[in-house]
């Protein structure tokens, strides 16, 4: 319990020190823990096993504050496209740049694996998702109908092109300098 209050005390101070580092299987009941709070049809154990293990064309990774698994990411990268699978925050741990701060680690992760354009999809009903990736330079693309069966909600799927011109970069580099707060980053 006490660090669960030094916690609550250092993020109301915003001076969290979140570090991004490779997705492993011992992470992954946080990572459920995590899913199952935020998800309806949330993925199973087995699901991100084999998204973790498979040898190369994935990046996953999560978030810590602390030892606490605090948010997680996740993409597919092929023939020069990434496609972001999943991206949660702790619902405790919101309004933190936690998404913020995954969302640069997979598009540096994209840059260094010679990705040029980036897709999602997201829920249409999820404005303060599509609000972190507009920040980041995605656009609407299309709609996938019913994509969520549990809902029957559409997917507004989302693109983002060009990622590694200069003029990304300096987006980038604006994002960061907004998030404040030291983050360790995962190497790429």
Not at 26 to 34: F, M
Not at 72 to 85: D, F, Q, S, V
Request: with cysteine.
């Amino acid at each position: 319990m006490a660090f669960d209050v030094a916690n609550q005390r250092t993020s109301q101070t915003g001076t969290d020190s979140v570090v991004i580092i490779p997705m492993k299987r011992r992470h992954l009941r946080s990572v459920i823990r995590i899913e199952n709070k935020v998800f309806p049809r949330p993925w199973t154990v087995g699901l991100f096993m084999s998204e973790i293990s498979t040898p190369t064309g994935r990046a996953y990774y999560i978030a810590k504050i602390g030892p606490r698994v605090v948010g997680y990411c996740g993409m597919i990268m092929t023939c020069g496209e990434a496609h972001i699978t999943n991206i949660a925050v702790d619902p405790e741990w919101g309004r933190r740049h936690i998404a913020s701060r995954m969302m640069v680690q997979m598009i540096r992760t994209a840059i260094a694996n010679e990705t040029l354009d980036v897709t999602l999809e997201v829920r249409m009903s999820n404005r303060s998702a599509q609000s972190l990736y507009y920040r980041f330079g995605f656009a609407p693309g299309g709609v996938r109908k019913n994509y969520y069966p549990e809902t029957n909600e559409d997917a507004l799927i989302m693109w983002v092109h060009d990622i590694g011109s200069p003029n990304y970069e300096v987006r980038l580099q604006s994002i960061l300098s907004r998030i404040g707060g030291k983050t360790t980053w995962a190497q790429v």
